[in-house]
């Protein structure tokens, strides 16, 4: 998971590749995101011997302490190619702005 941020908007790109979006749980409440979701085992790998395996199987949960200034309510999630992005706006008031001088 990496989390970053612009001005405008906190970015968060959670790394889920062979999860179907439809599990997955996004959660934002009291300033915390939550994800959350299940990997299963592809059933091929039951009668096959694994002598390394990288990507785990089975639930999964990653919290994430958000910065007090954004919107709860402007959350976008999409789920492309492996990764789900989370994009959460800022408050408008928190926003720069420029002043001007007079």
């Not at 439809?22 to 009291?30: D, F, G, N, W």
């Amino acid at each position: 998971m990496n989390v970053g941020g612009t001005p405008q908007s906190v970015e968060i790109y959670a790394f889920a590749p062979g999860i179907d979006p439809a599990t997955l749980e996004v959660q934002i409440e009291k300033g915390v995101l939550t994800v959350a979701g299940e990997r299963k085992l592809p059933t091929t790998a039951e009668a096959a011997t694994v002598h390394i395996d990288e990507r785990f199987a089975g639930r999964f949960r990653r919290v994430v302490t958000l910065p007090d200034d954004i919107d709860a309510n402007a959350v976008d999630a999409r789920y492309r190619d492996g990764v789900l992005r989370i994009s959460i706006a800022r408050k408008q008031s928190a926003q720069p702005r420029r002043i001007t001088i007079q």
